[in-house]
Each structure stands twice: as structure tokens, then as C-alpha cells.
């Protein structure tokens, strides 16, 4: 695996680099996971119907990216990438 820095100079080691994408993969999980909770909060308390299809729409979408995430993590892990 070919990373680079956080400054984009040089390039990290496998390690480190395997390091660093599980801390990323980590930190946007928990993003989506907060942005999930929200979107079904709204959900869960929207008087109108189209409100709360509207925040299925975005349930739906954030359950599409976390499966998307845990696919780019299993590729990234496995070497397919």
C-alpha cells in the first residue's frame, strides 16, 4: 500500500499506512453513524409524510455509505486496491 503523508510528502510505510486507514475508516463510520442517528430521529418524529420520507431517503443513503465503507475497508485489507 502506497500512502502519503498527511502533509502529501512522503510516503508512509504499509504499517503505518494500514494504521492510518483504520483510524480514517473509524472516524468516518462514527461521522455517519451520528449523521444515521439524526436522520432517524427525524424520521422517527416528522409530522408530515414528506418529511419523513424524505429522512428515509437519507436513513437509506447512510446505510449505503457505511456498507460502502466496510467494502472499501475489506478490499483495502485484503489487497484488492
Known sequence: ??????????????PKALDEMNRLFHRLNNQLGIVLSHA?????KAVEEAHRQHASRVVASVL???GTSREIRRL???GGI
Do not use: I, K, Q, Y
Not at 500500500?1 to 504499509?14: K, T
Not at 432517524?40 to 422517527?44: G, R, S, T
Open 1 to 14: 500500500m502506497n500512502l502519503f503523508s498527511r502533509s502529501g510528502d512522503a510516503p508512509v510505510s504499509e
Open 76 to 78: 483495502s485489507h485484503t
Open 40 to 44: 432517524e430521529m427525524l424520521e422517527e
Open 64 to 66: 449505503e455509505a457505511l
